[in-house]
């Protein structure tokens, strides 16, 4: 009801500002001797057939603005429909999209898991290897460094009896 009645007051004012947009034409090209003398202006077009044509040519108006207000909810609301479903459309292919990358980066983070267990072992192989290598290699140096020194005593005990090795161990700093 109040919008009725806003609308018939802008309706009201806007008729006015016609009315007097049309008398202010009209002085501005006729005389002002012209305009004294007809104090009742002639009825615009929209008065043609009285007040009464008035009102109903206002209500035939806020009649077909109504409809075209009813016209125009209406297309808000299918818009409205249209719109929700797109939302959801999208909102479900959104979601496979995610989950999808949520498996992806659950495989990845598997993989990686993978390559760094792969990774220690093979450190731990490396060097349970080098051990495994060199232990052989440090018996045989420790084997080599005895037979070194008994013969480095059976060679200073010859040169004790000897003295011709005695002077050569002595030349070359081994005495």
């Known amino acids: 009801m109040l919008k009725k009645k806003v609308i018939l007051l802008f309706l009201f004012i806007f008729i006015e500002l016609i009315f007097s947009f049309n008398l202010s034409a009209r002085v501005g090209s ?19 057939g009285g007040e009464g044509e008035v009102i109903l040519d206002i209500r035939e108006r806020l009649i077909r603005i109504e409809e075209g207000q009813k016209t125009l ?21 959104i979601g496979g999209r995610i989950d999808g990358i949520e498996k992806r980066m659950d495989y990845l983070v598997n993989l990686i898991y993978v390559v760094l267990t792969g990774m220690f072992a093979l450190v731990g192989f490396v060097l349970w290897d080098r051990r495994s290598a060199l232990s052989p ?30 002077d050569i161990l002595k030349s070359l700093g081994l005495l």
């Open 30 to 48: 006729a005389s002002v001797g012209t305009f004294a003398q007809t104090q009742n202006p002639p009825n615009p077009p929209l008065l043609k």
């Open 73 to 93: 909810k209406y297309r808000i609301d299918e818009l409205d429909k249209r719109l929700s479903g797109r939302i959801d459309e999208l909102d479900k292919r």
């Open 137 to 166: 290699a440090i018996r045989r140096t420790k084997d080599i460094e005895e037979r070194e020194e008994k013969l480095e005593r059976a060679i200073k005990e010859f040169a004790l009896k000897n003295p011709e090795m005695k």
